[in-house]
Every structure is written in C-alpha cells, then in structure tokens.
C-alpha cells in the first residue's frame, strides 16, 4: 500500500472569482487575487491499495467525532473525478484509492472548504501516485514532478478557487486565454512571511451548509444577471488596486477595493434570477459595525464569500480592539483569526481511519 498526505489551507479572495467560461474545465471569466489562511485546514490522505475494488472516501469535520463514509453525493463525484483525472493523467490504470479526510473548520458554509479540501487531493493524491511509480518503473514513469503549476491545474479542476490554495500568502489566478486552460493557473504574489501583520478574522454566523452551491450560483448568475457585464467591465480595476496595494503594504488600498469588489459580487448575486441571498441579518449588523468601527479609527474592511460569514481585514495593531468589539455582538459563533498561511504540501503525519 502507498500512502501520502497532504495540509491544505482555505483562502479568502480579495478579488473575486464568480463565473465560469468553461465549466467542465473550470475556467474563469476573471482573474483573482486572494490571501491564504492559516487558521483552518484540510489534511487528507490517500491510501493506494491494490485490494480495493473502488475508490472510498471518508470525512469529518470539526464537529464530527467519526469519520462517516460518503457513498453517494455531489462531494464525492468530485473526489472521485479528481482522483480519475490524476491517475487517467499518469496513464494508471485499474489502481482504486482510498481517500480519508478532515477538515477543522465547519464544511459547504462559505469558508473556502472547497479549496482547501481539492488543493490537498491533489497534493496528497500525486504524491501517493510518485510513490507508487517510482516502485515501479518498468510500469509507471513518474510524472508529477511536484510543479506547483502543474498542482494549480490539477487542483482548479476539483474547485476552481483551490487553485489559489496551492501556494502560501498573497495570490493571483491568471485567467488564461486558451481553450485548453493550459494559461489559466496561479501565481504567488508574495509568501506568507512578506506582510506580517496582515490579518483576517473569520466571523462563523452559523456553520449551516448553505443551499446553493457556488457552482450553481455562479451559473446563474453568468445566464440571468443584467449587470454581469458591469463585473466583467470593473474588475481590471479591482485587480490593480489590490496588486498595487499589496506591492506597497497600503492596506486601506487593499481594503476597500477588497471590500467594494465583495460588495459587487454580491449585488451580482441580489440581481440573478433567481435572486441569490447568502447574507443573514447578522451579516448586515456585522458590516454596520464594521463602518462605525472604521469611524472609530480602527482600521477593518469586510468581505463575504458565497455564506453569511463575515472575513474582516485588519491589521495586527488593531486586533485586540478589534476582538473585544466582536466578543460582545449576537449573532456570531465562532471566530478565527488568520495570519496569512502556508500553500498545500505534503505531511508524514498520516490520518487513519481508526485514530483520526
Ligand atoms: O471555487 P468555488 O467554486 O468554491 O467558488 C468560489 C467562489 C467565491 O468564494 C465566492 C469567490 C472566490 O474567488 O473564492
């Protein structure tokens, strides 16, 4: 049995991705710019065991005790397809892989759980495979090298945003011209280590899964939104301010254009048809007291995902303020406070199914 595995971190976008030109390729109609983070993670691991008769997939989140075995769904077709295009890639046949994975954050609730969880797939299931081929090479030649390029691709077919999970701190997804997606990949724009004391806090207002996926939504919107041109016209500016702003630390550059850009998806979302509303009425209070806490002149712009949760961008001086302001508000369950993390890699601290 070959065994590997990989940690992968969700990641926040300061630019948004929201719309597909390709769907079964997964390619975007814009480039994004997102932040890795470093307070939640997947880890997953993939057995490759030549007595399985098909792939299984185990999961559990933060919540759960058990792994629960997922034999039908929506997730685990797109576990399943991965792995399938990984192995049909590395011209392996007949090989079935046992995937077993966990995530320590709630999962489908808008915190990028799709991102974390396919960028450590990939990461997780090509080293598995090199393992398995370089024990074989009259059969198999190895053919990840581990290019993080080559791991973007890969990964942006299981969810597009994980493509940006692949690498650590500051990073952009090039949006690609070619009908093959073979430009369409991400790039660091800065590691982890370059603004330290960027933060972004995470207020979890309720760990429900959400109904719509946002595969499904982003699609509707593309065929039904009036102002999905509008989008697609302004997002270059957008782009270039959080570029310009992460290349000087300007972080009220880099806050409200991340937090206009949010605000625009979402007024994309109010007006598909049918409407897509992710916000609660904890969201809306959240944002109102993040305007008056900016009047206060504590430095922190919002931005929110396809869920109601709320990212909060801040700086470390501002933090302590800034917790103390959210502890006392209703509405919020959790909340998580991120440095910018560490791209999806390898581990030796393998999970198994009997000791988590
Ligand atoms: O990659 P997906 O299908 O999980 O879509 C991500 C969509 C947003 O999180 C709303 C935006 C983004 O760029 O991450």
Same mark, same amino acid.
């Given at each position: 049995?070959?065994?590997?595995?990989? &940690?992968?971190?969700?990641?926040?976008?300061?630019?948004?991705?929201?719309?597909?030109?390709?769907?079964?390729?997964?390619?975007?109609?814009?480039?994004?710019?997102?932040?890795?983070?470093?307070?939640?993670?997947?880890?997953?691991?993939?057995?490759?065991?030549?007595?399985?008769?098909?792939?299984?997939?185990?999961?559990?989140?933060?919540?759960?005790?058990?792994?629960?075995?997922?034999?039908?769904?929506?997730?685990?077709?797109?576990?399943?397809?991965?792995?399938?295009?990984?192995?049909?890639?590395?011209?392996?046949?007949?090989?079935?892989?046992?995937?077993?994975?966990?995530?320590?954050?709630?999962?489908?609730?808008?915190?990028?759980?799709?991102?974390?969880?396919?960028?450590?797939?990939?990461?997780?299931?090509?080293?598995?495979?090199?393992?398995?081929?370089?024990?074989?090479?009259?059969?198999?030649?190895?053919?990840?090298?581990?290019?993080?390029?080559?791991?973007?691709?890969?990964?942006?077919?299981?969810?597009?945003?994980?493509?940006?999970?692949?690498?650590?701190?500051?990073?952009?997804?090039?949006?690609?011209?070619?009908?093959?997606?073979?430009?369409?990949?991400?790039?660091?724009?800065?590691?982890?280590?370059?603004?330290?004391?960027?933060?972004?806090?995470?207020?979890?207002?309720?760990?429900?899964?959400?109904?719509?996926?946002?595969?499904?939504?982003?699609?509707?919107?593309?065929?039904?939104?009036?102002?999905?041109?509008?989008?697609?016209?302004?997002?270059?500016?957008?782009?270039?301010?959080?570029?310009?702003? &992460?290349?000087?630390?300007?972080?009220?550059?880099?806050?409200?254009?991340?937090?206009?850009?949010?605000?625009?998806?979402?007024?994309?979302?109010?007006?598909?048809?049918?409407?897509?509303?992710?916000?609660?009425?904890?969201?809306?209070?959240?944002?109102?007291?993040?305007?008056?806490?900016?009047?206060?002149?504590?430095?922190?712009?919002?931005?929110?995902?396809?869920?109601?949760?709320?990212?909060?961008?801040?700086?470390?001086?501002?933090?302590?303020?800034?917790?103390?302001?959210?502890?006392?508000?209703?509405?919020?369950?959790?909340? &998580?406070?991120?440095?910018?993390?560490?791209?999806?890699?390898?581990?030796?601290?393998?999970?198994?199914?009997?000791?988590?």
């Amino acid at each position: 049995m070959y065994k590997s595995t990989a &940690i992968a971190h969700p990641n926040v976008a300061l630019v948004k991705y929201w719309g597909k030109r390709n769907a079964e390729l997964i390619l975007p109609q814009n480039a994004s710019i997102s932040v890795t983070l470093d307070g939640a993670q997947t880890i997953t691991t993939i057995e490759l065991d030549m007595d399985l008769q098909q792939h299984e997939f185990y999961f559990r989140d933060g919540s759960e005790p058990f792994y629960r075995r997922i034999s039908e769904g929506k997730e685990l077709e797109r576990v399943i397809g991965q792995i399938e295009l990984i192995m049909k890639i590395a011209d392996v046949q007949g090989l079935k892989a046992r995937v077993i994975s966990r995530n320590d954050f709630p999962t489908g609730a808008g915190l990028a759980s799709s991102a974390s969880g396919a960028a450590a797939l990939v990461v997780a299931a090509c080293d598995a495979l090199n393992n398995f081929s370089s024990n074989k090479p009259e059969l198999y030649a190895p053919i990840f090298d581990g290019g993080e390029k080559e791991l973007s691709i890969l990964s942006r077919r299981g969810s597009g945003s994980s493509c940006r999970s692949i690498y650590s701190g500051f990073v952009e997804w090039l949006k690609g011209e070619k009908e093959d997606g073979s430009d369409s990949y991400a790039v660091q724009l800065a590691d982890e280590n370059y603004w330290p004391d960027f933060r972004v806090v995470t207020a979890i207002m309720t760990a429900e899964k959400k109904k719509l996926t946002s595969r499904a939504g982003m699609e509707q919107t593309v065929r039904t939104c009036p102002l999905y041109h509008c989008w697609l016209q302004s997002v270059e500016d957008d782009l270039s301010n959080v570029r310009n702003g &992460i290349k000087q630390r300007d972080f009220d550059l880099v806050g409200r254009a991340a937090e206009h850009n949010a605000l625009k998806m979402h007024s994309l979302m109010f007006t598909t048809k049918p409407a897509i509303i992710y916000w609660l009425p904890s969201t809306l209070q959240l944002i109102n007291e993040i305007y008056g806490w900016r009047e206060d002149g504590i430095k922190a712009y919002f931005t929110i995902d396809a869920g109601p949760q709320v990212k909060i961008l801040c700086l470390q001086t501002d933090l302590n303020r800034l917790e103390n302001r959210l502890k006392v508000l209703s509405g919020i369950e959790r909340i &998580i406070v991120n440095k910018p993390g560490q791209g999806a890699h390898p581990t030796d601290k393998h999970l198994s199914l009997q000791n988590g």
